[in-house]
């Protein structure tokens, strides 16, 4: 499966944005779908995190309440909602699939990645 990420930009701290994730091959719906994010001079981390039919959600304590995954299998998307951002949520957004966990090395399956900066 392919993934392509998108939807990133820059945005003022307290302001929103949606991500997006459009997948291309595979049985999509048979995926669980995650997010992770990246800042400069820092580890890749898990973000957020969503099982195939979508009943099933997990999110990082740093953005839970803030942030919300979903899905459209139906057109082989998945979303992350960003509400409330802050500066620290400065990073690269990647989507990755094909694994399960938090853990960046379980999944073999990635998109390039879109940028979220927050401006203070």
């Known amino acids: 499966v392919q993934l392509q990420a998108s939807g990133g930009g820059l945005v003022q701290a307290g302001g929103s944005l949606r991500l997006s994730c459009l997948a291309f091959?595979?049985?999509?719906?048979?995926?669980?779908v995650t997010w992770f994010r990246q800042a400069p001079g820092k580890e890749r981390e898990f973000v957020a995190a969503?099982?195939?039919?979508?009943?099933?959600?997990y999110s990082a304590t740093s953005v839970k309440g803030r942030f919300t995954i979903s899905r459209d299998n139906a057109n082989n998307t998945v979303y992350l909602q960003m509400n409330d951002l802050k500066f620290e949520d400065t990073a690269v957004y990647y989507c990755?699939?094909?694994?399960?966990?938090?853990?960046?090395?379980?999944?073999?399956?990635w998109g390039p990645g879109t940028l979220v900066t927050v401006s203070s």
């Open positions: 969503i099982s195939g039919g979508g009943g099933v959600t």
């Open positions: 990755a699939a094909g694994g399960r966990g938090n853990r960046a090395s379980e999944y073999p399956y």
């Open positions: 091959g595979g049985t999509f719906s048979s995926y669980i």
